[in-house]
């Protein structure tokens, strides 16, 4: 079995003799005729180099371009299959006698329906050759689908490869020192496998290191599945596999190129009769023709040579997948050469199938401009003929797409992001421009809206002259600079930007330091139509958009350095909606700059029924005070409210009641574990115990708000926290004219008293009060008025039995 098993590999090996010394030549490289082919579909026509795939009811031009001297007579036959399982009729075959003078003007053939695959076959003039043909391709329709199949995908994957090794040959005849950058943007763009260490050695050798064992080196283009799964099934597979780790079947490189050739041989071999044999050839498009390229020298005696030729399947458009190699990443608009890097459609740079291509780009007014497009592999990319863009039609960001015609067929391909330039504000990060301050070497980060299109960065330290320095575009809105100042820091700094298309570069002043606007967040939810800006010097923020709505500054707070500036839109502005989104942010000298928002999920929304106080039960004599605004409630009261959901959603059971005092800080947090009750979906009732949730130092207006899964409904104003002295009684001298004295404890609490409910004469207590006897006006019909120092708007009742002692008093 061994010895069987080396005599095939050894007959194998020399079947594929022509394709065996990859090092050294392509498999196909003998010179065949050519072919002259236009399809018709709907009244349009194209060359068969330009149409990726047929459909039923094309029409078919075909020629053989033969030479004049030409001695030997093909016939030139179009055969049309349906399935490896499905023979096809007699009336799906075609032939041109090519000698004949009345075939001069070649033939025209309708695909039918149903067909699938076309094959073109030259035969040498013999009796009985057309019946022949057809009779082979009838009795073993299965060999020719799959001959058919690989044989065309052959010839796309000789395109790549015939495309690589000439931009490879072109670069290093031209500009040799550009191939080290050059090759990976060519193997990138053609699917082809790179060896990295040729790119290691000196400039001379990296060409010819680059394209040796070059039919190894074509990789799965990722527009269809590899057209040979397998080489074949049983015993030959594993023959052919074998032969694959040889050295002269590639060394171990077995690519879908090299298995289509292996794959073809198997197959013709296997049709061969003692009258034909098939010689598989690739068409490669030469000008509008098809020029066939063969892989053994064709016979003219038994078996004679057929050579075979396939055409495009019959199937629906397959436009290529090709998509951005960054599709996060910008690219300016009006850099000169502008290339947008893709992969993914080797197709689209090694053939023509994609024409008339564009970049469509939105404008201002609605309107598109198309700007051209031309396939560039070289470079790895699409290269883009932005002479036509007028940059005042455009905002500072576009999306473009790519457009055009695959074959017959429209094509719409991936979108890009481009930044059109324009005189810009840049700002310094302040930590930055602190750390300037200290002098040396510093990294400054510089934030505007066209980072892409910045050509180029400049530095001017005092009065020295100015000098590039290093940069990179860190972020779509960031720039990073590199700052060697040396020690001392200059007294000035000035950075100039260059962008694109923009004559004058936008200065920037480090030193001395001025501070601008900073911008930490912005906070809105789904359905608000108000938000709220984080950040400091906020007052120089003129608007924000968002999701195409205008909102306008409104209330400005600070806490420290920290500032929150409320945003309102328009009455009728449409509510935002939950997602990520990008605002823009305008300032009062005119810049613009953009922040990355997370709109949140809706809020809760809830409204306050009512709410009510329970003091405890007095302990010992006392003097009660009655409040006199429903809305105080004394501290060291139970305190219960009820709640309504809005419509936003009820109540779950998952959320949380916080009760903030001043300033929005959260004192108490309420649950149904801890002092929150569910009446139902829509109420909710909460019972906080404000003796034990604050402390002695508590006091002024508290508000609750509802938190459900991360999103807070807006605080609602709930009561005013108060807290009271403990009075024990009114002590008044025989002498009207005397003052009495108030006794009792924590009296720096209390604002004011009077005897008259319009405090038309009052004694004012001092601030910090710490005895315990004040002197207080003589009560007026048992009654003392006081205001208290939590609240002192509010006029309160202290009521006294005859004698001056406690009178017991509703709250």
């Not at 992969?343 to 024409?355: K, V």
């Not at 970049?359 to 051209?372: H, I, N, Y």
């Not at 003392?784 to 009178?807: E, I, M, S």
């Amino acid at each position: 079995m061994r010895a069987l098993t080396r005599l095939l590999l050894a007959c194998l090996a020399a079947l594929l003799a022509p394709a065996a010394a990859w090092a050294d030549a392509a498999p196909f490289d003998l010179v065949g005729p050519e072919l002259q082919i236009n399809v018709s579909r709907a009244g349009q026509s194209l060359p068969i180099s330009r149409t990726p795939t047929l459909a039923a009811g094309d029409q078919l031009w075909i020629k053989a371009d033969l030479p004049p001297g030409q001695s030997a007579h093909y016939l030139l036959v179009a055969a049309f299959l349906r399935g490896a399982t499905n023979p096809p009729p007699k009336a799906w075959f075609f032939q041109s006698q090519t000698w004949d003078k009345k075939a001069a003007g070649g033939m025209t053939v309708t695909v039918p329906a149903g067909a699938q695959q076309v094959l073109l076959f030259l035969a040498p003039e013999t009796g009985g050759d057309f019946s022949t043909l057809v009779n082979a391709v009838r009795s073993r329709p299965g060999a020719f689908v799959r001959a058919a199949q690989d044989l065309h995908q052959a010839t796309l994957d000789r395109s790549r490869l015939d495309a690589y090794t000439a931009a490879i040959r072109k670069i290093n005849e031209t500009e040799p020192g550009k191939l080290k950058a050059a090759s990976p943007l060519l193997a990138r763009s053609l699917s082809i496998k790179l060896d990295a260490d040729c790119l290691q050695k000196t400039v001379e050798l990296q060409a010819p290191c680059l394209v040796q064992g070059r039919d190894s080196m074509v990789m799965a283009d990722g527009h269809a599945t590899s057209m040979v799964q397998a080489l074949t099934t049983g015993y030959s597979a594993e023959l052919v596999q074998q032969l694959s780790y040889t050295p002269r079947a590639g060394a171990g490189y077995y690519s879908p190129y090299v298995s289509s050739v292996l794959d073809l041989a198997h197959i013709m071999d296997s049709v061969r009769t003692a009258h034909y044999q098939y010689i598989p050839t690739l068409a490669t498009v030469r000008g509008e023709r098809l020029a066939l390229l063969l892989n053994a020298p064709p016979s003219f005696q038994d078996p004679k040579s057929v050579l075979v030729v396939a055409l495009p399947q019959v199937a629906p458009p397959d436009p290529p997948p090709l998509h951005p190699v960054d599709d996060k990443q910008a690219y300016c608009a009006q850099a000169p050469d502008l290339v947008l890097p893709v992969e993914g459609a080797p197709l689209i740079f090694s053939t023509r199938y994609g024409r008339d291509l564009v970049l469509r780009v939105a404008a201002k007014d609605g309107k598109s401009v198309d700007l051209p497009v031309r396939p560039d592999p070289e470079r790895g990319g699409l290269a883009v003929d932005a002479s036509g863009l007028s940059p005042d039609s455009f905002g500072e960001t576009v999306r473009a797409t790519l457009e055009g015609r695959w074959g017959f067929s429209a094509y719409k391909g991936p979108s890009f992001t481009l930044e059109v330039a324009r005189p810009q504000r840049w700002l310094a990060a302040p930590e930055d421009q602190r750390a300037l301050m200290a002098g040396g070497d510093a990294v400054v980060h510089l934030h505007g809206p066209t980072a892409a299109c910045v050509e180029g960065v400049e530095m001017q330290a005092g009065a020295q002259p100015a000098h590039p320095v290093t940069w990179s575009a860190s972020k779509a809105d960031e720039l990073t600079l590199k700052a060697p100042l040396g020690k001392p820091r200059p007294r000035s700094l000035t950075v100039a930007v260059r962008q694109y298309g923009v004559l004058r570069p936008d200065e920037v002043k480090l030193l001395p330091v001025d501070l601008g606007p900073r911008i930490d967040g912005l906070d809105i939810h789904a359905g608000e139509t108000s938000a709220m800006l984080r950040g400091s010097r906020l007052k120089a923020v003129t608007g924000v958009t968002l999701e195409g709505v205008r909102f306008t500054p409104g209330a400005l707070a600070a806490d420290g350095e920290a500032e929150t500036l409320t945003l309102i839109a328009a009455a009728d502005a449409r509510p935002a909606t939950a997602g990520e989104a990008d605002a823009a942010i305008t300032f009062d000298d005119g810049h613009a700059s953009r922040l990355e928002v997370s709109v949140g999920p809706p809020r809760p929304s809830v409204s306050l029924i009512e709410k009510s106080f329970r003091l405890p039960a007095p302990q010992g004599p006392g003097v009660r005070i009655a409040l006199g605004d429903k809305d105080l409630a004394p501290l060291g009261a139970q305190l219960t409210f009820s709640m309504r959901a809005g419509s936003t959603g009820g109540f779950h059971g998952d959320e949380k009641v916080e009760v903030a005092g001043p300033g929005e800080k959260v004192l108490a947090t309420l649950t149904t574990a801890s002092g929150l009750v569910l009446a139902d979906s829509q109420v909710a009732v909460a019972t906080l115990d404000t003796g034990k949730a604050f402390n002695a130092s508590v006091a002024g207006p508290l508000s609750f708000r509802v938190v459900r899964g991360g999103a807070a409904s807006h605080w609602t104003p709930l009561a005013t926290l108060v807290r009271l002295p403990k009075l024990e009684g009114v002590t008044c001298p025989a002498d009207a004219k005397k003052p009495c004295a108030l006794s009792g404890s924590s009296l720096f609490l209390i604002d004011s008293l009077s005897n008259s409910a319009a405090f038309k004469t009052q004694t004012q207590v001092p601030a910090g009060y710490t005895d315990q006897v004040l002197d207080a006006p003589r009560p007026a019909g048992g009654k003392l008025y006081l205001r208290l120092h939590d609240d002192p708007a509010v006029v309160n009742v202290v009521t006294l039995t005859p004698d001056g002692k406690a009178a017991k008093i509703a709250p």
